[in-house]
T-cell receptor
Framework: KAGVTQTPRYLIKTRGQQVTLSCSPI?????VSWYQQTPGQGLQFLFE???????NKGNFPGRFSGRQFSNSRSEMNVSTLELGDSALYLC????????????FGSGTRLTVV | QQQVKQSPQSLIVQKGGIPIINCAYE??????FPWYQQFPGKGPALLIA?????SEKKEGRFTISFNKSAKQFSLHIMDSQPGDSATYFC??????????FGTGTSLTVIP
């Protein structure tokens, strides 16, 4: 059974650019959540999607957005990148809310220069 | 504002020792408290979880102790092994929705 797949694994972008990250959940999982992981802040919740609808949203600026497709795959987009956006972005999937059985992907390491 | 406070930041123990990682929270509405283990280059993996109506839960060598009145919970790793060397995160959520994570504890188990 394939796990949560995140692409790309590594990304280097220039300040001001925008970036799109992709997440394919475990087959059958319909809930997808995104987290930002940094050494100082740990994991911080970005947003959660279920059945193509955003259910919850964390305290991040509007430059961070996401969406979910009918096959449960999800993308997150960060516009006008800032140096502080450099982080590991993790996607987690579960069958459905409540998300007590999260499975995380290995993440996308984004570096903004 | 950190909703879940985790300590210590790092921990070194000898093989066979019992490392203890502590977490504290303020929001009494939290009703689900998982622990995650993360190895370098990998995403966090669910280790064990507890709900506030239980004071202790054991799964293999991992034990969660939960003190509802003190709003604290801790992870104990019995007979620790070098393979347990990883970063551990506690978390809390309301109804399995948005999760609030601690800042992590880097554990090193020396052979």
């Amino acid at each position: 059974k394939a796990g949560v797949t995140q692409t790309p694994r590594y990304l280097i972008k220039t300040r001001g650019q925008q970036v799109t990250l992709s997440c394919s959940p475990i087959s059958g999982h319909r809930s997808v959540s995104w987290y930002q992981q940094t050494p100082g802040q740990g994991l911080q919740f970005l947003f959660e999607y279920f059945s193509e609808t955003q259910r919850n949203k964390g305290n991040f600026p509007g430059r961070f957005s996401g969406r979910q497709f009918s096959n449960s795959r999800s993308e997150m987009n960060v516009s006008t990148l800032e140096l502080g956006d450099s982080a590991l972005y993790l996607c987690a999937s579960s069958l459905s809310p409540p998300n007590t059985g999260y499975t995380f992907g290995s993440g996308t390491r984004l570096t903004v220069v | 504002q950190q909703q879940v406070k985790q300590s210590p930041q790092s921990l070194i123990v000898q093989k066979g020792g019992i490392p203890i990682i502590n977490c504290a929270y303020e929001n009494t509405a939290f009703d689900y408290f998982p622990w995650y283990q993360q190895f370098p280059g990998k995403g966090p993996a669910l280790l064990i979880a507890i709900r506030p109506d239980v004071s202790e839960k054991k799964e293999g060598r991992f034990t969660i102790s939960f003190n509802k009145s003190a709003k604290q919970f801790s992870l104990h790793i019995m007979d620790s092994q070098p393979g347990d060397s990883a970063t551990y995160f506690c978390a809390a959520s309301i109804g399995g929705n948005q999760f609030y994570f601690g800042t992590g504890t880097s554990l090193t188990v020396i052979p």
